[in-house]
């Protein structure tokens, strides 16, 4: 006998289900520290800073129970179990998407990672979306199963999957990069372009004397100062949309912004990410020494929200704000080469 429309309507939910949570569990998985940025915002929202240094591990397993549950959900491994567990997860995050929507704003929620920019509201009602269906599922699908040992393996498998991407980016870099600064990208053409059209955001703000009425002018036209009748009351900056680096800055010693200078530089360089330096041991100081050996000094510049650094490598040092620095470098040491203001190279600077 074959399956009626109905057992093929729950077998195709319980595959979209799975799906989402396969996904959503290698969005997470393949950049355990982008990962591990989102824990950190709710933590502080929540008013859970103690907790803060357990952000990264909380964010490894995450990613692990969402790849691994995604799995068994698919293979229909230990069915109903797979399903109540399911649930609780599904209405735990409900619950905190809602809170992250009304009275404890966070704005991206971190769902899918840096791979899909989901609002709170989006995520609420995607949440509330799985939370229909898996009710259904457990309602409507009565029947009995059993667990075998393929099913069970699978399951096996996609947890040391999980774990083994985590792994994998924790030592090295993500698989799979999703931010502004991937190899490839021509920083010097996007940055150039989004700070043009942020230029051109900015509005002069004039009242009319005569009806009172604001007017807004672009910072280049000249008429509106030299018109009498208009009073001169504020700078407004509006927004870029979707606007990619406009937290990117690079500082020099005097505090210069020399991002723009750094990126027209002709030839190959080597930014030198240094985000954390509590972690430095001989396997740190082989890659940065490795490094040193490959490119001239006035090559090599070390990028730092600490200070100093410059000092004890014996290079130019320049700051950049911390949270643009891990989305540069997900390493805490870790090197990235600009070849003309393109992104050539990033790599973990013990694999130098």
């Not at 799906?19 to 709710?42: C, H, Q, R």
């Not at 567990?85 to 899918?112: E, K, M, R, Y």
């Not at 059993?146 to 099913?151: A, I, N, P, R």
Request: proline residues 2%; aromatic residues 10%; contains cysteine.
């Amino acid at each position: 006998m074959g399956l009626s429309v109905r057992d093929i309507s729950l077998s195709l939910l319980r595959w979209l289900f799975g799906a989402v949570f396969l996904f959503s569990g290698l969005t997470k998985a393949v950049d355990p520290v982008g990962t591990s940025v989102f824990v950190e915002k709710y933590l502080t929202t929540y008013g859970l800073d103690a907790l803060m240094e357990f952000a990264l591990p909380i964010a490894v397993a995450l990613a692990t129970i969402e790849l691994t549950l995604g799995i068994a959900v698919i293979v229909n491994a230990f069915h109903r179990l797979t399903l109540r567990f399911s649930l609780l997860f599904v209405a735990l995050f409900t619950i905190i998407t809602l809170l992250s929507a009304t009275v404890l704003p966070i704005g991206d929620c971190g769902c899918f990672g840096d791979a899909v920019k989901l609002s709170p509201w989006a995520t609420f009602w995607k949440n509330i979306g799985l939370l229909v269906v898996v009710v259904v599922l457990l309602r409507c699908d009565q029947r009995e199963y059993t667990t075998s040992l393929t099913q069970i393996g699978l399951c096996l498998v996609g947890l040391l999957f999980a774990l083994g991407l985590n792994l994998y980016a924790l030592r090295h870099q993500p698989l799979v990069d999703f931010l502004p600064y991937k190899v490839g990208t021509d920083l010097r053409t996007e940055v150039a372009e989004e700070r043009a059209k942020a230029a051109e955001n900015i509005k002069l703000v004039f009242k009319d004397k005569t009806t009172g009425e604001e007017r807004l002018f672009t910072s280049t036209d000249s008429d509106c100062w030299l018109d009498a009748n208009l009073e001169y009351i504020d700078v407004r900056q509006e927004a870029v949309p979707d606007a990619k680096f406009s937290d990117f800055a690079i500082y020099d010693a005097e505090g210069n912004d020399v991002s723009t200078k750094l990126l027209e530089q002709e030839g190959r360089s080597a930014w030198l990410c240094v985000g954390s330096l509590d972690i430095m041991d001989k396997e740190y100081e082989r890659g940065i020494k490795s490094l040193i050996r490959q490119y001239p000094a006035h090559a090599i510049k070390v990028l730092t929200s600490t200070d100093t650094v410059g000092e004890m490598f014996g290079l130019e040092c320049y700051t950049v704000d911390a949270m643009t620095l891990r989305s540069m470098m997900r390493s805490k040491i870790g090197v990235i080469i600009i070849n003309s203001g393109v992104v050539e190279l990033k790599a973990d600077i013990r694999d130098i």
